[in-house]
């Protein structure tokens, strides 16, 4: 039996000449809010689309409670509940006809479905918009019925690629609750964020990844040392703020 929700071992991805994720080695202990920082184009949702089944590696192997997912990808995501970067989506569909055909896509029967997209719509506060075809949906909206699709099939193991971005506080605040109760029923999450206090409040685990790299990963407590997450963020990828000299021009 493993304890690991999530295991990448030497998961590479090139485009082209450009090295997106160099051979990284991450894992994620079951019970775990594990949080992926780091800045733009770091490579975060590569290697969660990788980790997933959702890109394919050009090396090293992706687990999911101990299952291959790419060597056993329906046994693997069946594990997983996925909340990616760019979701294509039924746009001419109301949020509860897309959730319906979902869950009836993962085999649930007809009542489990309409009685878990009932509560997923009200919890979202999503059911106001129950004649809005999700073409008509705002980015918020967007983020909201995809995060109920990941958790539709009640899967082991969450992996949300930005899950808050262009969410509103109060939903934020449904979603950090939603999240929270999995982890204390004893599922585990994995999310990717730019809101370093976020995943401070959250995550018990982190990685920081830079330049397709992890330049640091563990505890919380042990990667911080003492120090703020945004802090510890600046100095391990280097970013510094803008030059006075710099954009001289601008407001001048
Ligand atoms: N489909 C693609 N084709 C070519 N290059 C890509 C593709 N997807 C990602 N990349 C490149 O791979 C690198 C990693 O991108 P990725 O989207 O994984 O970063 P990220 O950490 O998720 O960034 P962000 O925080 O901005 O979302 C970037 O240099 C990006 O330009």
Redesign the pocket.
């Known amino acids: 039996m493993t304890t690991n929700a999530l295991r990448l071992a030497g998961l590479t ?1 090139h ?2 000449e ?1 090295v ?2 160099d051979a990284i080695d991450l894992t994620v202990p079951a019970g775990s809010f594990f949080g992926l920082v ?12 990788m980790a997933v089944g959702l ?1 394919r590696p050009d090396a090293g192997t992706a687990q999911i409670f101990g299952t291959d997912v790419w060597q056993q990808p329906t046994q693997a995501k069946r594990l997983v509940g996925v909340l990616p ?1 760019a979701l294509a989506m039924t746009e001419r569909l109301t949020g509860r006809e897309m959730l319906t055909y979902l869950g009836r896509l993962h085999g649930l029967p007809a009542d489990t479905v309409a009685s878990r997209v009932d509560e997923l719509l009200t919890v979202l506060d999503l059911d106001h918009a129950e004649r809005t075809l999700i073409l008509g949906y705002s980015a918020g909206m967007r983020k909201k019925i995809a995060l109920a699709s990941a958790l539709l099939g009640g899967p082991r193991l969450l992996v949300l ?2 899950p808050f971005e262009a969410v509103d506080p109060v939903s934020a605040l449904t979603i950090r609750s939603i999240l929270r109760r999995f982890v204390v029923g004893g599922g585990s999450v994995v999310l ?1 964020s ?1 809101v370093m206090p976020l995943v401070e409040q959250l995550c018990d685990t982190v990685a920081v ?1 830079h330049e ?1 790299h992890v330049v640091a990963a563990g505890p919380i407590d042990e990667v911080r040392g003492g120090r703020s997450l945004d802090e510890v963020f600046i100095e391990l990828v280097g970013a510094g703020a803008a030059d006075e000299k710099e954009l001289s021009w601008l407001a001048s």
């Open positions: 991805k485009f082209g450009k997106a994720v780091g800045p733009n184009g770091a490579g975060k949702t590569t290697a969660l689309s890109l970067d690629d930005e990717s730019h990844m397709g």
